[in-house]
């Protein structure tokens, strides 16, 4: 099994910026979907951002414009820059990459978004 190990979660005043990583223990490069999902109190889990093997990417709508996603093929990390943070932004964050037919997990990273 494949492991992931999330890290760079912490407490953050509104409108500042984090950057979380995601340690992969596999080759990423020819991986075909990777990324990162949050999960609030109360919520569902939702898309925030995910990156294929070509670079394409793909975010969700309440972090447009606000967060990036990229990876390190040579150093098998995906990372997670994220910037104007919102309290709305405050959740669990996981690091997710496909095998196959099957997702990956990390156990996940807060993010606190507060005065």
């Known amino acids: 099994q494949v492991q992931l190990v999330e890290s760079g979660g912490g407490l953050v005043q509104p409108g500042g910026s984090l950057r979380l990583s995601c340690a992969v223990s596999?080759?990423?490069?020819?991986?075909?979907?990777m990324g990162w999902y949050r999960q609030a109190p109360g919520k569902q889990r939702e898309l925030v951002a995910r990156i294929g093997s070509g670079g394409s990417t793909d975010y969700g709508d309440s972090v447009k414009g606000r967060f990036t996603i990229d990876k390190d093929n040579a150093k098998n990390t995906v990372d997670l820059q994220m910037n104007s943070l919102k309290p709305e932004d405050t959740a669990v964050y996981y690091c997710?990459?496909?095998?196959?037919?099957?997702?990956?997990w990390g156990q996940g990273t807060q993010v606190t978004v507060s005065s």
């Open positions: 997710y990459v496909r095998v196959g037919l099957r997702n990956s």
């Open positions: 596999r080759t990423i490069a020819s991986l075909n979907a």
